[in-house]
């Protein structure tokens, strides 16, 4: 019986370690992009760490203040605090804050007024505001001051992301995560801050607003599917991470782009490695706070630029009636050789145009594709729009086609056409439109 | 005692200088053409599948009980998949998970664990034959098994590790017939309907044997109804098995032609899939269905019915009493079977059929019900005034009786088409299927396991091994699968990756925890089945011909048989079942082969 | 020590029964009441096969439970010997295949008049076009006042996920499938069809009360078959007749028609969550 006894035993403590012990301490990471890849290896660790310290891991993430990302920001006074405890009432300030995310608020950063930081909260009770703090820094405070509690909404964020998201858009926002190689239209790759439908200006980001709309709506025709009914709150800090993963993506390309000259592999070819070591260390001593900061500076101006009432894109002139001559006048420009719909969308509108059977050049290069076909700036071959089917991937309302005219779909050969008039553009809006019903009555003599 | 028995214990090793025949290792262990060593086959490569199936399921308990946690050994089994995403399995991978969960364990578990392992193995010897009526095909049919496995497995891997087929062992189109559809499983799901052809090839050779057999080699005074109910269900399954396989693998190679050559039978035209051109053609989603069911109804039966038979007899010899009902427990089989050819529209009650349809349904589904309580009171009539003795095979028929009541009584929810539409598809149809799949089939086979284990390999296996793991798989399967009951009624669906994104499920996470945890305890008790079941073979107790006092003539062969099986040619006598007959004076049991009781009483000695 | 095994095999059974007793109160049971008179029927139902079937696992245990007993105590030198019994076979034939028989036939009424089209209510209301694709629900209004004709049309409103309908009013959905095969599952509603590529099946039902149903798939249609969250609104006559042209006024939207931007349409929405 005995050797029984120590299999049972056994069996016991498998079984209740199991769920606990097998699984791993791994957690997700950011991946590397590629052109990261292209540098000797010192660059790259330089650009590693540099996102590390400026974003953090997905485990534990980094606020970086310059951006202006909202990371979920309560604020409150101190009344007691001694060294490690503190007592403080929160609220919530700002568009991503959500008094049911004050049980969850570990992980956050404590800072004063001032913004330097206090310590970590390891643990909060929002019913008699009790705080714990690990990582306490030196910055101490008095009695009765304003403390900040930032970063809970980025958290949450992340916690949805992973949960609704990361499978098709990848952890790090690169549009290639597990799911996603199945897809024809692939997921979005954040990284370059493109978006394709905004409601702004050409050459401006996506706003919030977009991002939300796309996540509430999906995106008709692909895999994007619609959240409709995630609650607000948490669309809110899904966006922010968004916004977040993409300016992160675009910080790994600009170190790129500024360390491509002096440390990319192709030109060091006949370098010794240890040179490299001392010219990147060097870099990093003497140029590269200014540079961080420089595109910290960038990235907030282009980003915040989006939410500019100013760039959003309203037409000046109303769309009008729409009657058969409105349709006939848009048809005539879809067929007009200087607007030149009809080259991609084909005559008919079905998405068969000449160019999708020629050598177009790639976006951002010179040298022409190896296949036919138009290429978006990611690098995939897309499809233009076929107009008669009814699916309208950036919203179906006129508004919406407006937008698609007049801006363009970013990223993509659908360039903006801001030489048209406004009412060209409505009238090519009407006809776009149309063009389902007069197909499907063709089809049907 | 009869003399045949006193014969028997004087001379246990008779079995070795009978079976030794100049064979070599190759023709007699791996393309053995023996019926026994086919079985043993059969049976071992069952179990080893039964702890894939079982791995590939807990892998579906851990993602509901901790959705998106990383899942163990996933990471370290395919060298780094999922290590980006820290772990977290991709829901395709999730589909991948219980798909292949339940094609291993009906296909390459229950159905040849039945059939092949047990049937295989008790056929000749129960009837008294020397061995199948076509040992070739008989040997054939196991190594198909082969190449259905092989596909199986390579569905895993051909299209790379993240791919598999993913579309439900029961692979409805469009989601199965167009590639696009379900992109990541691509030529793996073609790889799977091909191997189903394979099983079906297997499972079509050895029904064809069994029926030849049964018909042809019965031992002189086997008559029908002298027959073990084990044969019974086994002649009954080889039909069922003739007759719906064909529908099946007809059904499986037009989807195949369907997602290689362009052919157009289930797919209808202008679906846009994938961001694809629009379907063309005029094809039938619901003809596979019906196809798919046709078989697959049957086939809940074939995974039954042996079960059903196997239980009778080691009950009835394990209370030392007569069936109870004979004829009309084989009377209710032939019942199920007829029946089970018109019941399979009620997997289609919320599919959009005619309702009509759904009424003749309803109803034909109601009457298959009735046969199966007959056979449920039959046993407990079998145990009333019996005398019992609670060893692991006794436990796990009981448990096997107690488990079918409730599936089959959960099942009258479904057969009803007005509470099916709340049901169907909700884990109320996955608690259903498992207690008559697992708490039935499987408590049988873990019953008939150490049942004929002496009969196989000439010795006992370990009782105390037996009670435990039936004691721990007994409380870890009612832990799993009697809470999925309340699943099912709050509206819990099948096959979600991640049911609680909807706020209604929320509250069932715990649930699912627990349920899981008690899915981790059941699974390692398999290990122990496999322990005992290894280690018996060498340190086992040595069997003599007849260690449960049973009737059947393959207990007058020797323990193991050798080849031909029975040194002295058996004749049968009477039924299988005169347990604690008058008739035997000094024991409680009255062997099929034993002549000198009937020629004693009727005073010709 | 010998009764242990007749205990054993009648513990489960109680505990069982135990769990299917608290299960309400625990919340383990029908995520609401039913709110349409299908599912009040369907439950009404339920209770009825649960009543009959309670007794039989009762007394079938009990039996199971008895003769286990009884075989262990078993103090004869032999065991009963006994072939059965026929007018024991031919009770417990008769008397199930009479209980099934009524179940079966009992509830043909209920199914007939939801699924038999001859006899569906005349007065319906046909509210939208559901089309089920990879991973949503796409769904197709008419425009306020005018009937939902099968093809599409040019002033048809569209949404996605959000099902809204008049409540106390018999209303059907025409379902479709874009691509896979779904089900469209209203669990508070007890509703659930198949939406079958290539078919449009129509689908009825009414609810009693305002508020919002899940709406989830039912039948495997892909890696992210759970994705498919959506919800069917009811909601008061002139709040839907409202939330329509709201829908019209979004779907005319040409920034002009309105105050501001802003995405008049995800105000909209948020307002219908906030009801909740």
Redesign the interface.
């Known amino acids: 019986?005995r050797p029984?006894v120590h299999?049972?035993k056994l069996?016991v403590a498998?079984?209740v370690l199991?769920?606990f012990g097998?699984?791993?301490k791994?957690?997700?990471?950011f991946?590397s992009g590629k052109q990261t890849g292209l540098l000797v290896s010192a660059a790259q660790e330089l650009v590693r760490s540099e996102l590390k310290s400026s974003f953090g891991t997905?485990?534990s993430l980094v606020a970086w203040q310059v951006l202006p990302v909202d990371y979920g920001v309560f604020e409150g006074k101190a009344t007691k605090f001694n060294g490690q405890d503190l007592v403080v009432s929160l609220k919530g300030i700002g568009s991503n804050a959500a008094d049911r995310r004050l049980s969850n608020l570990s992980g956050s950063v404590v800072t004063n007024e001032a913004g330097v930081a206090i310590g970590e909260v390891t643990h909060y009770s929002p019913s008699d505001g009790a705080m714990r703090l690990s990582n306490t820094g030196e910055a101490k405070i008095e009695s009765d001051t304003t403390v900040r509690v930032i970063g809970d909404g980025l958290q949450f964020g992340r916690d949805l992301y992973?949960?609704?998201c990361?499978?098709c858009h990848?952890?790090s926002g690169d549009g290639d995560?597990?799911?996603a190689k199945?897809?024809?239209?692939k997921p979005r790759d954040y990284r370059r801050g493109t978006f394709k439908f905004t409601?702004t200006v050409q050459g401006v980001r996506a706003s919030r607003?977009d991002l939300?709309?796309i996540i509430?709506?999906?995106i008709?025709?692909?895999?994007m599917?619609?959240f409709?009914?995630l609650?607000?709150d948490e669309i809110v800090s899904l966006v922010e991470y968004i916004r977040w993963l993409s300016m992160r993506g675009e910080v790994e390309n600009s170190l790129y782009i500024e360390l491509s000259n002096d440390f990319s592999t192709e030109a060091n070819k006949d370098k010794a490695r240890a040179e490299f070591k001392k010219e990147v260390d060097n870099f990093a001593a003497s140029q590269l706070p200014g540079k961080m900061s420089e595109i910290g500076r960038d990235l907030a101006e282009t980003w915040s630029a989006s939410e500019d009432e100013a760039n959003?894109l309203?037409?000046k002139?109303?769309?009008g009636n729409v009657d058969g001559d409105s349709i006939k006048r848009g048809r005539e420009l879809f067929l007009n050789k200087d607007v030149g719909c009809f080259s991609c969308h084909g005559e008919s509108g079905r998405g068969n145009g000449v160019s999708t059977e020629t050598f177009n050049k790639l976006p951002n290069s010179t040298e022409l594709s190896k296949v036919p076909g138009l290429f978006d700036d990611w690098g995939n071959l897309v499809?233009p729009r076929d107009l008669t089917?009814?699916?309208y991937r950036g919203g179906?309302?006129?508004?919406d086609i407006?937008r698609r005219i007049r801006a363009g779909i970013k990223g993509t050969p659908m360039q903006g056409f801001s030489r048209l008039e406004d009412q060209q553009v409505?009238d090519l809006t009407n006809y776009v439109?149309?063009i389902?019903?007069k197909a499907?009555s063709e089809s049907k003599h | 005692m009869s003399h045949i028995q006193s014969e028997m214990q004087s001379e246990p090793h008779l079995t070795h200088e009978h079976g030794h025949h100049s064979q070599g290792f190759v023709s007699q262990y791996v393309f053995s053409k023996d019926h026994k060593v086919i079985g043993i086959q059969f049976l071992m490569t069952t179990l080893l599948m039964l702890l894939v199936g079982g791995a590939l399921a807990l892998g579906v308990r851990f993602q509901l009980a901790w959705p998106w946690r990383a899942m163990p050994l996933v990471y370290e089994l395919t060298g780094g998949l999922f290590g980006a995403e820290g772990g977290q399995v991709s829901p395709e991978f999730y589909t991948m998970l219980f798909t292949m969960h339940a094609s291993v364990m009906i296909f390459l578990v229950i159905i040849p664990i039945l059939a092949g392992a047990f049937g295989n193995f008790l056929i000749p010897l129960m009837i008294g034959a020397d061995d199948m009526a076509f040992p070739t095909l008989n040997m054939l049919s196991y190594w198909f098994m082969w190449p259905a496995i092989l596909c199986f497995g390579l569905s895993f891997t051909i299209g790379g590790l993240n791919a598999a087929p993913a579309n439900g062992w029961t692979s409805y189109p469009v989601l199965a017939a167009v590639v696009q559809a379900s992109p990541s499983a691509g030529a793996p799901q073609t790889l799977w309907l091909i191997g189903l052809t394979f099983v079906g090839v297997s499972s079509m050779m050895g029904s064809v044997n069994y029926m030849t057999t049964i018909i042809n080699m019965r031992a002189p005074g086997m008559t029908l109804f002298r027959m073990p109910l084990t044969i019974w269900s086994m002649f009954i399954t080889a039909i069922l098995q003739a007759f719906a396989l064909p529908v099946l693998t007809a059904a499986g190679f037009m989807l195949v032609a369907e997602r290689t050559l362009g052919f157009k039978f289930f797919v209808p035209g202008n679906l846009v899939i994938n961001d694809g051109a629009p379907t063309i053609g005029g094809g039938q989603p619901l003809l596979w269905q019906h196809l798919f069911w046709f078989y697959s109804h049957p086939a809940v039966y074939i995974m039954l019915l042996p079960a059903m038979g196997m239980v009778s007899d080691m009950l009835a010899c394990k209370v030392r009493k007569p069936i109870f009902g004979y004829k009309p427990m084989v009377y209710s089989m032939a019942a199920i079977a007829g029946l089970g050819f018109i019941v399979w529209g009620h997997h289609m009650f919320t599919s959009g059929m005619n309702p009509a349809l759904g009424m003749t349904f309803m109803i034909s589904t109601m009457m298959i019900a009735l046969p199966s309580a007959v056979k449920v009171f039959n046993w407990i009539g079998t145990i009333w005034g019996g005398k019992i003795s609670f060893d692991t095979v006794t436990l796990n028929c009981v448990a096997f009786i107690s488990m079918f009541i409730v599936g089959g009584l959960s099942g009258i929810w479904m057969a009803s088409v007005p509470t099916d539409i709340y049901f169907h598809d909700t884990y109320y149809i996955v608690a259903h299927f498992h207690y008559v799949l697992f708490g039935a089939t499987l408590f049988g086979c873990f019953g008939a396991i150490p049942f004929w284990y002496p009969k196989m390999f000439g010795r006992l296996m370990d009782d105390r091994l037996g009670k435990l793991h039936f004691v721990l798989t007994f409380i870890g399967f009612n832990g799993t699968f009697f809470p999925m009951h309340m699943l099912g009624i709050a509206g819990f669906p099948r096959r979600y990756a991640d049911p609680y994104i909807h706020p209604y499920m929320e509250h069932l996470l715990p649930m699912n925890r627990f349920m899981t945890l008690c899915a981790i305890l059941m699974g390692f008790a398999q290990l122990i089945l496999i322990f005992n079941f290894v280690s018996s073979w060498f340190v086992g107790k040595r069997s003599d011909r007849n260690p449960w006092n049973a009737n059947g003539l393959e207990w007058s062969a020797p323990s193991p048989p050798g080849h031909g099986n029975f040194d002295v040619p058996p004749v049968c006598y009477r039924g299988p079942y005169e347990y604690s007959s008058p008739l035997s004076a000094n024991s409680d049991f009255l062997m099929q082969t034993d002549g000198s009781v009937e020629s004693r009483s009727s005073g010709h000695h | 020590m010998n009764k242990f095994w007749p205990c054993f095999f009648m513990f489960w059974p109680v505990l069982a029964i135990v769990v299917f007793a608290i299960s309400p109160s625990m919340g383990w049971w029908f995520p609401t009441e039913a709110f349409s008179p299908l599912g009040k029927q369907i439950d009404n139902l339920f209770y009825m096969i649960l009543i009959i079937v309670g007794i039989t696992f009762i007394g079938t245990h009990i039996g199971l439970g008895y003769v286990l007993w009884k075989a262990v105590d078993n103090k004869e030198p032999k065991a009963w010997f006994s072939h059965g019994s026929h007018n024991l076979e031919m009770l417990w034939s008769i008397a199930p295949a009479g209980i099934l028989m009524f179940i079966s036939l009992y509830q043909l009424d209920v199914w007939t008049r939801y699924r038999v089209q001859s006899k569906y209510p005349k007065d319906m209301l046909t509210v939208a076009e559901v089309t089920a694709r990879q991973f949503e629900w796409r769904i197709r209004y008419p425009a306020p006042g005018k009937k939902l004709l099968p093809s599409p049309q040019p002033d048809d409103l569209y949404t996605v996920n959000d099902l809204h309908v008049p409540v106390n009013r018999r209303v059907l959905i025409r379902l479709k499938s874009g691509d896979v095969q779904h089900s469209f599952f209203v669990p508070g509603l007890r509703v659930k069809q198949d939406a079958v590529p290539g078919t449009v099946i129509p689908v009825w039902f009414e609810t009693l009360e305002i508020g919002d149903y899940d709406l989830t798939c039912a039948e495997l249609c892909g890696w992210g078959h759970y994705k498919m969250r959506g919800r069917v609104l009811a909601e008061r006559q002139s709040d839907y007749d409202k939330y329509i042209k709201s829908l019209a006024h979004d779907q005319g939207y040409d920034g002009h028609n309105s105050d501001r931007d802003g995405s008049a349409e995800l105000v909209k929405i948020e307002k219908a969550t906030d009801k909740k």
């Open positions: 019986m029984k299999l049972l069996l498998a079984i199991s769920p097998c699984t791993s791994r957690g997700p990471e991946a997905p485990t992973l949960r609704h990361m499978h990848g952890v995560g597990p799911t199945y897809f024809a239209v409601s607003d939300k709309r509430k709506l999906g008709p025709g692909t895999y599917p619609s409709m009914l609650p607000d959003l309203l037409p002139d109303a769309r499809k089917t009814g699916i179906r309302r006129p508004l407006y409505w439109l149309s389902p019903f499907h």
